[in-house]
């Protein structure tokens, strides 16, 4: 087995914004501002722009990782707009059309290579398993 590393809520943040960067951008979605802690799942409140027009995200999800893929599981959310409430899953179904991306009814998956054996959430933090 490899090493661990430990990752708090503002590290982890800070990798997710940096991982899905180069997806965000492809469709045009601006992080304005968010907020990112762990407990039992991650949890993400955000204000994002996406053309011109800003929205509210609420989700929490698990991550893990498989198979050169970023496994976001377990996804609820939601996202906000004026007075409509979309669902998260539906919104992401809709909109993201990307070889890298695949998206079931309750999770999505990233596919990119990292050399990550396991991510583990724990309290506040999450648990990576290098290979």
Same mark, same amino acid.
């Given at each position: ?7 708090? &809520? ?9 991982? /899905? &960067? ?16 762990? #407990? ?22 698990? /991550? ?15 996202? &906000? ?17 990307? #070889? ?32």
């Amino acid at each position: 087995m490899g090493d661990i590393m430990i990752l708090n &809520e503002k590290e982890v943040q800070i990798c997710l914004e940096f991982a /899905l &960067e180069p997806l965000l951008k492809n469709y045009s979605i601006k992080m304005k501002e968010a907020q990112l802690s762990i #407990d039992k799942k991650i949890n993400i409140q955000s204000t994002i722009l996406y053309q011109d027009h800003i929205l509210d995200l609420k989700a929490s999800f698990l /991550l893990n990782y498989h198979h050169d893929q970023l496994c976001f599981d377990d996804i609820e959310g939601k996202v &906000e707009y004026l007075f409509l409430q979309l669902n998260l899953m539906s919104v992401l179904k809709q909109l993201i059309k990307h #070889d890298a991306v695949k998206i079931t009814d309750h999770s999505c998956y990233y596919h990119c290579h990292l050399p990550i054996q396991n991510i583990i959430i724990k309290d506040h933090s999450l648990e990576i398993q290098l290979q």
